[in-house]
Each structure stands twice: as C-alpha cells, then as structure tokens.
C-alpha cells in the first residue's frame, strides 16, 4: 500500500537517472568497487580458511609427527660438567625401537605408524618412473585418511612377514597401466619386483601444504610394509661390509652425486618419521611432552628429532588468517562508505541544480514526503544498480584471482548478502539528506531561483 502511494515519486526518480546517465554512473562506481571489494576480499578469506580445513583433514585428527632433524647428528658435544670434560653424548636417531617405546609407555597414544622414504624408480615393461617408496604400517592409511580407489591395504600378516606387496598411487597406476586394472600384477622398484594390492585414491593437494605438518601428495608414491623395506631395500640403522667400501670410494670422488649419496648415507635415522595419534585432542599437549621426554632420555639427552602437532599449528595458522580476514573485510567496507559520501554530495548537488524542478513539482501539489520519496528513490536506485555490478565484477574479480594467481576463492551467498544489503543501506542512508534538505525548500523562493 505504501509503495503504490510512492510509485510515482519512485518513477520520476527513476526518470531523472536515465536523464542523466554519465552522472549516475559515475556516482555509483563507488558502491561497484566497494561491492566488487568486498566480494573478493571475502572469497578470498573464505578460500584461504576451506584450505586449511582441508589440510587438517590431509594431516588427520590428533596426530602428531616426530621427524629426525639432520643437522643434530649422531654425536654432540654435551653442556655442563660434561662439556668440560670433553665427554660427547651419542644417538642412534629415530628407530622402531622409539616407535615400541612409544606404544608400550604411552597410554593416550591409539595407534602409530613409521615412515621411511626413498627416492626409486618404478620400472615395467622398460617404461621407468621416477617414485617415493615409502615404508609404513597398516595404520597410516587411517591416520592421514587415505581412501583406496581400488583393491586392500596389506594386511598384518604381509607387513609383519615383510613380504613385497604394495599400495600405488593414482599417478602411477596412470602412467603404467592406464585403463587396465592393476591389481594383482607387478611392479618392479630397485632389483625387488612388488606385487600391487591397492590403488590410493587421487587427492587435490596444495603447494602450500607443508611436508612438515606430514601433507604431501599421495599420487607419486608406492606404499610398501616398513618391514619389506627394511629386510628388502635398505636398512639405515645396520651397517654392512660393502656399504662401508663404497663409502670409502665415493670419498675419493667429488661430484654433485656422490655429495647426495654420502649425505643419505650418514643420515643414521631408521626411520624417516613417527606418526602417531592420541586418542583425545586434549591430550595433544601432554602426549608431546611425554614423546618427548621419552625420546630424549633414549637419545642420551640430544635434541635430534622434532615433535610437531599439525593439527595445533593449522589452527593457529586458521585464527590468524580470519584476524586477517576481517581486516581485509572492513578496508573493504570502507570503499562502500565513501561511495555512500560520494552519493551524497552529487545528491546533494543534484538538489541545488534542481530547485526549480523542486518548487514546480511542490506548486502542484506534491508533499514534502513526495519529495523526500523522489530524492530517496534516486539514491537507493543508484546503490542498488551499482550493488548489483559490483556483484557481478566481484565474482568475475574472484574467478580471476584464482586462474591467475592460484589463489584458490569461494564465493559464498553470506557475502553477496552483505555487499548487497550494506550498498541499499548506504543508498538509503546517505541519500536522506539531500532528500531531506529538497523537501525543506520552500516552493515560492524554488519558483524564483
């Protein structure tokens, strides 16, 4: 009822923006970008939060990985009294027997897992790839959520006898077998040919995932029994005759691939890392304090490992990108409110070019809330038109951010609700006065002007 009584004041607002075009446009470029901001800026808020989501899911709930740091060494020098001494303090570094220690001591751990990773190339047929082999136990797949497209994991038995079954990932069921089925054939990795029991299922993996927090792509990988690969391929932690020859002649030798070679080669780690999992998330903390006491006193007091929760991390990581979110969100929003002053200043100019139009509309009989209604309708017009472009651009704006930089975006409705409705609400607001200001004319003097 009450916009029929208004239509027409609505209709000759309407009428005076399309008289004049090149004004109205120019006053709603200010909503259009600050829309089009507030859009992007969200999206990418939005985009950057789903990643992290994701990662948390890649990494696992409650796990925590220790890794070996490298620079330790086997020996350190120790502090104190034994420093002075000249006493040197030795580790074996990161081996099963941690693991057990691990299992056997700690009772919030519900299952654990080794990693032990070598660069191979997987062979058939003559078509070679290069390959991760990684070693791990049935729980990893649990831990890191990985599904199987195709076929089992290697039960117990084959991990526990250490036999030559495997688990591929989607990259290398592509490459050598492409349509076909893979299960139950063979693959050949180093002299070992490794039966294929399962296929990992393809997952998006991101750059900015961390290796560290235990992400890494699946897809390039070949999963094999850590105990196949320890009676198998090779173990770190034994030292054999011909290993040591080697070593000796790859001293003699300098070049790039042999610096690389004798670098593993004195890696004394077994394993790669730990990955295990606490049965409760507040238990995260404490679970770590202890893994760490634990490793310490086995490493005769050397810091040479690490225990990171990724979980913990991310989440860190997750609360300081929505901080940052939100000031994006308001540097943002501020363009919509000087679009709002920019619409009222030529309102308000508009209402001093129009005073006769003012007074000859007033003589007629138009009220004051006539008027009010007609300047109004002119702004809430034009900030709804520029919402409804800068809708559209910032979309656009999003999908571009992502093709170019790789920056991945979600544009949610919550967004384009906000933008749009705080654009009518700028319309509405800042136009009132310049409505307000046109309706206190009187229409004599509008008359004469």
């Not at 009822?1 to 000759?12: G, L, N, P, S």
């Not at 089992?152 to 290398?172: H, K, T, W």
Request: hydrophobic share 45%; aromatic share 6%; proline share 2%.
């Amino acid at each position: 009822m009450i916009f029929k009584k208004y239509f027409h004041d609505i209709v000759i607002g309407f009428e005076a923006i399309i008289d004049n075009k090149l004004k109205s446009i120019l006053t709603a470029l200010g909503i259009i970008f600050g829309v089009a901001a507030v859009i992007s800026m969200m999206a990418i808020g939005n985009g950057a939060e789903q990643e992290i989501l994701e990662q948390i899911k890649m990494v696992g709930v409650n796990n925590i990985i220790i890794t070996p740091i490298e620079s330790a060494g086997s020996e350190s020098t120790s502090t104190g009294q034994e420093e002075k001494a000249g006493a040197k303090k030795f580790s074996r570094g990161l081996t099963l027997l941690d693991l057990q220690a691990i299992e056997e001591v700690v009772p919030t751990v519900n299952m654990l897992s080794p990693v032990i990773s070598y660069n191979y190339s997987a062979i058939i047929d003559g078509k070679s790839k290069p390959v991760v082999l990684e070693g791990v136990n049935t729980n990893y797949f649990t831990l890191f959520n990985i599904g199987l497209q195709s076929g089992e994991v290697f039960n117990r038995m084959q991990s526990e006898a250490g036999l030559p079954v495997c688990v591929i990932g989607d990259n290398i069921k592509t490459v050598f077998f492409n349509q076909e089925n893979p299960i139950g054939k063979h693959i050949k990795c180093g002299q070992i040919w490794l039966k294929i029991v399962g296929v990992v299922e393809r997952r998006d993996f991101t750059a900015s995932a961390s290796d560290e927090m235990g992400i890494s792509s699946s897809d390039n990988k070949i999963f094999i029994p850590a105990q196949t690969i320890l009676m198998r391929f090779k173990n770190r932690a034994l030292i054999r005759a011909d290993e040591v020859e080697k070593s000796s002649a790859r001293r003699r030798m300098v070049t790039e691939t042999t610096s690389k070679t004798s670098a593993d080669d004195k890696n004394p780690n077994q394993l790669d890392k730990i990955i295990l999992q606490v049965k409760e998330t507040e238990q995260l903390g404490s679970t770590a304090n202890i893994v760490k006491r634990i490793l310490l006193r086995r490493h005769s007091g050397l810091y040479d490992f690490e225990v990171t929760i990724p979980e913990l991390l991310l989440k860190q990581q997750q609360r300081t990108k929505k901080i940052f979110n939100i000031v994006l969100g308001a540097i943002a929003g501020i363009s919509l409110i000087v679009g709002g002053i920019g619409i009222m200043n030529i309102m308000l100019a508009s209402v001093m070019e129009r005073i006769r139009e003012i007074g000859t509309r007033q003589a007629i009989g138009a009220s004051r809330k006539d008027i009010v209604a007609q300047f109004l309708a002119e702004s809430t017009l034009i900030s709804i038109s520029g919402g409804i472009i800068g809708i559209v651009l910032g979309v656009v704006l999003s999908k571009i951010i992502t093709a170019v930089f790789d920056i991945k975006t979600i544009v949610s409705f919550f967004s384009i609700f906000i933008a749009f409705g705080v654009s009518a609400l700028v319309g509405i607001t800042f136009g009132y006065m310049p409505a307000k200001r046109a309706s206190d004319k009187d229409p004599v003097e509008s008359l004469r002007a």
